[in-house]
Nanobody, 124 residues
Framework: QLQLVESGGGLVQPGGSLRLSCAAS????????IGWFRQAPGKEREGVSC????????YYADSVKGRFTISRDNAKNTVDLQMNSLKPEDTAVYYC?????????????????WGQGTQVTVSS
């Protein structure tokens, strides 16, 4: 079964940090750009970040630039999203997704595989 699985979500206070992980099963991530999306209640899904298949190029939405860092370990078949200085507006379900490249990474309908999502709640 080909799937992505996210982990690492939870409840954190404003200013805190979380590290999300995206793991693949049934296929290798080596040839895919990996994007992270988030969706808050009542809002559209937002493209947050993307990393190229080689890991050499990364992209960030303005809302997270300087606070989030995406990385990948192709040997472990995982992609991580380190989230620092978290704000209440970062609260959402976070999803990882895979597609051929990061071109147009903010458009959700271009992705081939999706995870089921992990909840991130930033609250005091």
């Amino acid at each position: 079964q080909l799937q992505l699985v996210e982990s690492g979500g939870g409840l954190v206070q404003p200013g805190g940090s979380l590290r999300l992980s995206c793991a693949a099963s049934g296929f290798t991530l080596d040839y895919y750009g990996i994007g992270w999306f988030r969706q808050a209640p009542g809002k559209e899904r937002e493209g947050v970040s993307c990393i190229s298949s080689s890991g050499g190029t990364t992209y960030y939405a303005d809302s997270v630039k300087g606070r989030f860092t995406i990385s990948r370990d192709n040997a472990k078949n995982t992609v991580d999203l380190q989230m620092n200085s978290l704000k209440p507006e970062d609260t959402a379900v976070y999803y990882c997704a895979a597609k051929a490249s990061c071109a147009g990474y903010k458009f959700a309908n271009n992705y081939k595989y999706w995870g089921q999502g992990t909840q991130v709640t930033v609250s005091s």
